[in-house]
């Protein structure tokens, strides 16, 4: 361990089962739940991120000098680099070209989930510094022969922390939508520009011109249809996009039944029966929107359920914000989804590829944060002295 570490120990743990679950959210918090003990276990127990898909688990588990668990980090042992959202392929093709080996590698995560939050999970009260779990992290990594560790998606804090122990910084951009103090959805219009309000409200016409059934489950509300139906719609997606499912089955009903209240499906419903659904889990204060699919053609009900939908919820809920998930900038944009940056860390191994890595991200941090404010002008919201 580092100096301002010593008293502190490091394990690696190949099941989250293996950690006491109160211990895990003592220290995971409850305002994101995609670190918490159930989304984690879900994701491992379903078989969707185990060794056989490239998802090894090597949770780290951070214990004091009387043995008690004051830190943690959601990580895996990665055979490839599917399933993350933050590109680092150019970076694994360059290094074997040159003869090294890429993989293995660590990836602090959360498996197949572009969400934004915590990832150094400190318990409140430990005095333990995101600084001092990232050393942990890298003097780990360094031990172990693994090229590389990425902290995927990770908070701002986080990342600052990260850069300061060493990591190279990395930028993404995503698009958040912001409740401004809402008390409605005719209320977040009015703070649009006229042609976009007019553009919002034909679409939502559009979408009630099918007639649908839209609906706003949670919890208990889900049940074996709903979920037998929206994993065909999540397969038929994959289908088109991607070409192989990374979750299973499984995942989705055990997802309801351990978050209950925390998972927002926004269904359509024709003639009684499920043609389209958008998977949403909530936080304390965040909608964060996951998968969606579809079963037949009905043009706009994605913008419906996926955006405007989660608009709807977010007020009625007092919730702040809404994160629709990774791309399609331009579409949410005009939706009122603002781009916001998101951040990743790695830690190099190898002094050419870091070295290699980090005058690319050198360039390439200017260069996102010009494309998020130019991103920005396209804002649909009303300027001073617009209608």
């Not at 005719?186 to 679409?203: H, M, N, P, V, Y």
Request: hydrophobic letters at 40%; glycine letters at 10%.
């Amino acid at each position: 361990m580092p100096d301002d570490c010593d008293k502190l120990t490091l394990t690696l743990h190949k099941a989250i089962a293996d950690i006491p679950a109160a211990d895990w959210d003592a220290c995971a918090g409850p305002d994101n739940p995609f670190v918490s003990y159930a989304f984690l276990s879900a994701v491992e127990d379903s078989g969707s991120a185990t060794r056989r898909t490239g998802w090894l688990p090597q949770h780290a588990v951070l214990r004091d000098g009387m043995g008690a668990i004051v830190a943690a980090a959601p990580m895996y042992a990665k055979s490839h680099s599917y399933g993350e959202y933050v590109f680092d392929h150019a970076w694994a093709r360059a290094f074997e070209q040159a003869g090294g080996s890429y993989y293995p590698k660590l990836q602090v995560a959360v498996p197949f989930s572009p969400v934004p939050g915590p990832r150094l999970l400190v318990r409140p009260g430990s005095g333990v510094a995101p600084g001092a779990v990232a050393q942990a992290l890298a003097q780990t990594a360094g031990q172990l022969d693994v090229s590389s560790a990425h902290i995927t998606f990770c908070s701002d804090r986080e990342w600052k922390a990260l850069g300061a122990a060493g990591w190279l910084q990395r930028i993404g951009v995503q698009c958040h939508w912001s409740n401004n103090g809402y008390a409605s959805f005719d209320d977040f219009l009015g703070a649009l520009s006229s042609r976009k309000r007019k553009t919002i409200r034909r679409e939502r016409r559009d979408v009630a011109a099918h007639g649908l059934e839209l609906l706003a489950l949670r919890g208990p509300e889900i049940g074996k249809r709903e979920w037998a139906a929206f994993y065909e719609f999540y397969t038929s997606t994959v289908d088109r996009k991607w070409g192989s499912a990374y979750l299973t089955e499984r995942f989705f009903p055990m997802l309801g039944e351990r978050l209950g209240e925390r998972v927002v499906l926004m269904l359509a419903r024709q003639n009684g029966v499920p043609v389209a659904g958008a998977l949403n889990l909530a936080g304390t204060d965040t909608l964060y929107g996951r998968n969606w699919g579809s079963k037949g053609e009905f043009p706009l009900l994605h913008y419906e359920l996926c955006y405007y939908k989660a608009i709807d919820f977010a007020i009625a809920h007092g919730l702040q914000r809404v994160e629709a998930g990774a791309q399609g900038e331009q579409h949410k944009i005009q939706r009122g989804y603002l781009p916001v940056p998101t951040y990743s860390a790695h830690w190099i191994g190898h002094r050419g590829l870091r070295r290699a890595i980090a005058e690319f991200l050198d360039r390439e941090r200017p260069a996102m944060l010009t494309e998020i404010e130019a991103l920005g002008e396209a804002s649909p919201f009303r300027r001073d002295g617009e209608e």
